[in-house]
């Protein structure tokens, strides 16, 4: 865990792995006998707590597919009949995050989420900030090469209007490059803090109690740029939270 | 009084080297605690699933497409937000009615649809033209679906001939604040000692004391579900995965709009390390499955590989039925694979190669005893 929220854990620091110490059920008469609390006993408690809070990373994007992969070999495949889009000047190398028109109207852009962000990951800086995301793609690239871009937004707005710094990521498969396994890690970087929460409804109607939060929330993108006529293909796509 | 939900863990300064044996056990640890488990209860709860598709579902025969989840409530959760999106197309500028069910949930007002119209939704169309299609999102009051039973969530597209669902989306929702020593039955986590308080026995209707602090401890352990839903199709014949041509167990084929492939896919995700390394986690794996003549049945198998390590695989036998029907069964999920990263993939088999296997959703929930 790259946590510095996280309590200690019995074996952190020897190379051993922590674990759960199993404890006499709740039921127990262990836990209501009118006895002080041992030291012993509330020491597994805590570092029980602490395990559970150190492996707490969810999946988050796990599905099959897209399979046959759009032909950008034409660049109006990509750009053409977008409003307000164009793609680069003709003979222009264009910057990556530019390199696609990340429009979910098109079959190579792919966005999930609301997710909500859980904010304890140690950021370089000192700060905390989101966990970082492995992001996954098995593809199979027997024409011309294949590039996979990845990123995270705070906003159902695409990553080419603003992305959470340290998350825009780009994967490429060679040409003729066969089955292979495309991985990237999203690491964010900027405090949490600096991006406004978004208010979501968190239960009904409760006597004495908030209905909504305001949560920092993330999105995950993906869209590609596929330089092949019907033969590339992509078969899986995972993304998940990791320490 | 209400207790705020930590939004992160570790709220006060925590150490095991402070609890000295044969010294008294500070209260402040017990407000650690209950900090600690409001956040692993009521704010770390859990992503149901997410789908996004190249394209929405081309025209079909029937009058509504149904997609579904697998859902097994976390105790904590009240509300279920769900967002879906609709493609552009052909359709542009016309209304598409939405709806999403869940047993004993319904939708919380003032959206009784996904973004505030009456039920059953009707979203425009974006324009032909448009670069982005916004999400529609709408919350479920979960708090009557009964914990740890696993439901179908399931997301229907109510108009037929045109695309359905660019991208479907669930989540538990955290909560902002909890009671548990007013609504001990009803609220998760434990009552917050102030640090002059003593830690008390407790009991089994009460919202604090040791007693509480260990069935929480406990339910964060077991209650707390991932949710991994693989495969989420349309229930369709034609967007399903299909198995068919052969008797042997083998790997189904997909239709999206861009074609028809073979899915050779592993999924992957990381796996919580409870216990010893060589110790697995363990899910329920269910899925949504129908076949083409009630008399011929079939299996489906889920192929388990932690990464680095040896694959097993588990099969579900399944009875033939045209009907869109449930099967389950226990797989545990080993954590010894490199960074406790679990491979998974599918395949399926028909006991009549001219007959059909289709699979609509499969999914793994964490079911810890």
């Given at each position: 865990?790259?946590?510095?929220?996280?309590?200690?854990?019995?074996?952190?620091?020897?190379?051993?792995?922590?674990?759960?110490?199993?404890?006499?059920?709740?039921?127990?008469?262990?836990?209501?006998?009118?006895?002080?609390?041992?030291?012993?006993?509330?020491?597994?408690?805590?570092?029980?707590?602490?395990?559970?809070?150190?492996?707490?990373?969810?999946?988050?994007?796990?599905?099959?597919?897209?399979?046959?992969?759009?032909?950008?070999?034409?660049?109006?495949?990509?750009?053409?009949?977008?409003?307000?889009?164009?793609?680069?000047?003709?003979?222009?190398?264009?910057?990556?995050?530019?390199?696609?028109?990340?429009?979910?109207?098109?079959?190579?852009?792919?966005?999930?989420?609301?997710?909500?962000?859980?904010?304890?990951?140690?950021?370089?800086?000192?700060?905390?900030?989101?966990?970082?995301?492995?992001?996954?793609?098995?593809?199979?690239?027997?024409?011309?090469?294949?590039?996979?871009?990845?990123?995270?937004?705070?906003?159902?707005?695409?990553?080419?209007?603003?992305?959470?710094?340290?998350?825009?990521?780009?994967?490429?498969?060679?040409?003729?490059?066969?089955?292979?396994?495309?991985?990237?890690?999203?690491?964010?970087?900027?405090?949490?803090?600096?991006?406004?929460?978004?208010?979501?409804?968190?239960?009904?109607?409760?006597?004495?109690?908030?209905?909504?939060?305001?949560?920092?929330?993330?999105?995950?993108?993906?869209?590609?740029?596929?330089?092949?006529?019907?033969?590339?293909?992509?078969?899986?796509?995972?993304?998940?939270?990791?320490? | 009084?209400?207790?705020?939900?930590?939004?992160?863990?570790?709220?006060?300064?925590?150490?095991?080297?402070?609890?000295?044996?044969?010294?008294?056990?500070?209260?402040?640890?017990?407000?650690?605690?209950?900090?600690?488990?409001?956040?692993?209860?009521?704010?770390?709860?859990?992503?149901?699933?997410?789908?996004?598709?190249?394209?929405?579902?081309?025209?079909?025969?029937?009058?509504?497409?149904?997609?579904?989840?697998?859902?097994?409530?976390?105790?904590?959760?009240?509300?279920?937000?769900?967002?879906?999106?609709?493609?552009?197309?052909?359709?542009?500028?016309?209304?598409?009615?939405?709806?999403?069910?869940?047993?004993?949930?319904?939708?919380?007002?003032?959206?009784?649809?996904?973004?505030?119209?009456?039920?059953?939704?009707?979203?425009?169309?974006?324009?032909?033209?448009?670069?982005?299609?916004?999400?529609?999102?709408?919350?479920?009051?979960?708090?009557?679906?009964?914990?740890?039973?696993?439901?179908?969530?399931?997301?229907?597209?109510?108009?037929?001939?045109?695309?359905?669902?660019?991208?479907?989306?669930?989540?538990?929702?955290?909560?902002?604040?909890?009671?548990?020593?007013?609504?001990?039955?009803?609220?998760?986590?434990?009552?917050?000692?102030?640090?002059?308080?003593?830690?008390?026995?407790?009991?089994?209707s009460d919202g604090y004391g040791m007693v509480r602090v260990v069935s929480s401890l406990d339910s964060a352990r077991k209650d707390m579900r991932f949710h991994a839903n693989m495969v989420c199709r349309p229930q369709d014949d034609l967007?399903?995965?299909?198995?068919?041509?052969?008797?042997?167990?083998?790997?189904?084929?997909?239709?999206?709009?861009?074609?028809?492939?073979?899915?050779?896919?592993?999924?992957?995700?990381?796996?919580?390390?409870?216990?010893?390394?060589?110790?697995?986690?363990?899910?329920?794996?269910?899925?949504?499955?129908?076949?083409?003549?009630?008399?011929?049945?079939?299996?489906?198998?889920?192929?388990?590989?932690?990464?680095?390590?040896?694959?097993?695989?588990?099969?579900?036998?399944?009875?033939?039925?045209?009907?869109?029907?449930?099967?389950?069964?226990?797989?545990?999920?080993?954590?010894?694979?490199?960074?406790?990263?679990?491979?998974?993939?599918?395949?399926g088999a028909i006991n009549n190669a001219a007959e059909k296997l289709y699979l609509a959703t499969s999914a793994l929930i964490e079911n810890e005893a």
């Open positions: 865990m790259t946590s510095s929220r996280v309590g200690m854990r019995y074996n952190d620091g020897s190379g051993t792995p922590s674990q759960y110490v199993k404890h006499p059920p709740a039921a127990s008469s262990f836990w209501a006998n009118g006895d002080a609390l041992d030291a012993g006993t509330a020491q597994d408690v805590d570092q029980n707590i602490s395990h559970l809070t150190a492996e707490n990373f969810r999946p988050l994007v796990e599905q099959p597919g897209p399979g046959l992969l759009a032909d950008h070999t034409n660049p109006s495949n990509l750009w053409g009949g977008l409003a307000d889009l164009t793609g680069p000047p003709g003979g222009v190398t264009p910057d990556a995050l530019l390199a696609v028109p990340w429009s979910t109207s098109r079959p190579n852009c792919f966005r999930w989420g609301p997710f909500y962000a859980i904010v304890d990951n140690d950021s370089p800086a000192g700060w905390l900030t989101f966990r970082k995301v492995q992001f996954d793609v098995e593809v199979n690239t027997a024409g011309s090469e294949l590039k996979v871009y990845v990123a995270m937004t705070t906003t159902p707005n695409p990553p080419s209007e603003s992305y959470i710094d340290g998350t825009f990521q780009t994967m490429q498969s060679p040409f003729g490059g066969g089955p292979q396994r495309l991985s990237t890690k999203m690491e964010p970087t900027p405090p949490a803090v600096a991006y406004a929460g978004t208010p979501r409804t968190c239960r009904p109607p409760t006597a004495g109690l908030n209905r909504s939060l305001s949560l920092a929330e993330f999105w995950i993108w993906m869209a590609y740029v596929n330089g092949s006529a019907g033969s590339n293909t992509m078969q899986s796509i995972s993304a998940f939270e990791v320490p | 009084m209400p207790t705020n939900v930590n939004r992160q863990p570790g709220g006060l300064p925590a150490g095991l080297r402070a609890m000295n044996v044969l010294n008294p056990v500070s209260a402040g640890h017990g407000a650690r605690w209950s900090q600690d488990l409001s956040f692993l209860l009521g704010y770390n709860v859990h992503r149901i699933g997410a789908h996004a598709y190249a394209t929405g579902f081309a025209s079909s025969a029937g009058g509504t497409r149904d997609i579904s989840m697998l859902y097994s409530r976390s105790p904590g959760a009240q509300v279920v937000v769900v967002a879906v999106e609709v493609p552009y197309g052909a359709i542009a500028g016309l209304a598409q009615p939405t709806t999403v069910s869940l047993p004993s949930a319904t939708l919380l007002p003032p959206s009784t649809g996904l973004d505030g119209s009456p039920s059953p939704l009707a979203p425009t169309a974006p324009a032909a033209a448009a670069v982005h299609t916004a999400p529609i999102v709408g919350y479920l009051d979960v708090s009557a679906v009964p914990v740890g039973t696993i439901q179908q969530l399931t997301f229907t597209y109510e108009r037929s001939g045109v695309g359905a669902f660019k991208s479907i989306f669930a989540a538990e929702m955290p909560l902002d604040q909890i009671e548990p020593f007013g609504l001990p039955t009803t609220e998760v986590g434990v009552a917050e000692p102030t640090t002059r308080d003593r830690i008390v026995d407790g009991s089994a967007y399903a995965l299909i198995r068919t041509g052969s008797t042997a167990v083998g790997n189904f084929s997909i239709t999206e709009n861009l074609g028809t492939y073979v899915w050779l896919g592993e999924l992957r995700f990381r796996v919580r390390r409870l216990f010893t390394t060589a110790t697995p986690n363990q899910y329920t794996w269910g899925v949504v499955y129908k076949t083409s003549n009630a008399g011929v049945g079939g299996k489906v198998r889920l192929t388990v590989t932690p990464v680095g390590g040896i694959a097993t695989a588990y099969d579900i036998s399944l009875a033939g039925t045209t009907s869109w029907t449930y099967a389950s069964m226990s797989v545990p999920l080993p954590c010894s694979g490199t960074d406790q990263v679990v491979g998974i993939t599918h395949s």
